[in-house]
């Protein structure tokens, strides 16, 4: 299948999947990529929000919108697990997993390690949401951001006017509502995105998490190698956890103590930024120079799925008190 729009493509690949009957549509910006800058041609045109002081002017999706942020704040308080006691020691195992140093990729900038020996199956921390956008089909206007306060809505419209790297940007997965069916009405992409200069929340800090690999090639052999590669370093996943818009990360295999942890961010982010800088090398538009996506790279794809999926499935048993505590609170906040 050959990409017939790099910039409609921008950073995420579909896998095609059964979760609960949904495709999951696997989007990613990998966190952290120093080195390779973030291609924002559609994130340049995106329009940036701040309706928490002004909810009165909002439409009806952005109200379901801030409802939701809100109650992430609540929820990404340290206190929040005291209200019940499954959540307590469900922070508690988290904030003892992981912790936060430098990555081992030169450039990377930080990394998320273990703390200490880590089963398969381990939730290992959360993933932070600052703002929740939905990436539509219409290249004229772009994405569509909503945050909660001045120092957000300035960070995200900065990196919106400046074509600078939406490093976290983590689009949703899965096929659960957030808040009201409304915003599955939206002819688009639900995502999530974090502001890096925010103080961290403890246990919420899954997007330091790096991609083991790059794609260093514009062809199929360069993103075969990148899927070779980021699967051997690979030993954790973002996946849906509790209330829409929550991720969380669970690990794919044991991990020993003191590892970097590794997922796959997919081969679209680097293909697109390999795409970016050879179209400002050659003055060209960078269509034609999309690679083509063969059965080979969908077969990657499909397996990158399959991980997903045993992730959500082994979670949804373990967790699954820790799950429905967070859905509780997440109704009453």
């Known amino acids: 299948m050959a990409c017939d729009n790099p910039a409609a493509a921008r950073i995420c690949f579909l896998v095609i999947c059964a979760l609960s009957s949904a495709t999951i549509c696997q989007c990613f910006s990998p966190p952290n990529a120093a080195n390779h800058a973030f291609p924002s041609s559609r994130l340049a045109r995106s329009t940036t929000l701040c309706v928490g002081t002004d909810i009165d002017g909002a439409t009806r999706s952005e109200k379901s919108i801030v409802a939701a942020l809100t109650k992430m704040e609540t929820i990404m308080n340290p206190g929040f697990g005291s209200s019940s006691s499954s959540l307590d ?74 074509n600078n790297g939406a490093n976290y940007l983590h689009y949703l997965i899965g096929n659960r509502n957030l808040m009201s069916s409304e915003i599955t009405s939206y002819d688009g992409t639900l995502f999530i995105d974090v502001n890096p200069n925010r103080p961290v929340a403890p246990g919420w800090v899954s997007h330091y998490i790096n991609d083991g690999s790059i794609v260093r090639t514009n062809d199929e052999d360069g993103v075969l190698d990148y899927y070779a590669n980021t699967r051997r370093a690979k030993n954790c996943a973002h996946i849906p956890f509790g209330p829409s818009p929550m991720m969380a990360t669970c690990t794919t295999k044991k991990v020993k103590k003191g590892a970097e942890l590794f997922t796959t961010y997919g081969c679209s982010y680097w293909l697109e930024a390999l795409l970016e800088a050879k179209a400002e090398d050659n003055g060209s538009s960078g269509e034609e120079l999309c690679t083509e996506i063969t059965e080979k790279i969908n077969d990657e794809v499909r397996e990158t799925a399959k991980d997903l999926l045993q992730c959500v499935q082994r979670v949804g048993v373990t967790y699954e008190g820790e799950a429905d505590a967070l859905k509780d609170i997440f109704g009453k906040v």
């Open 89 to 162: 020691r469900f922070h508690k195992s988290i904030l003892s997993a992981v912790e936060i140093k430098e990555s081992s990729i030169p450039g990377a900038g930080m990394g998320l390690f273990a703390r200490k020996k880590l089963k398969a199956g381990t939730i290992t921390s959360l993933y932070p949401a600052h703002c929740i956008g939905i990436d539509g089909d219409d290249d004229d206007t772009g994405p569509r951001c909503v945050s909660l306060n001045d120092s957000d809505f300035q960070y995200f419209d900065d990196q919106s006017q400046q």
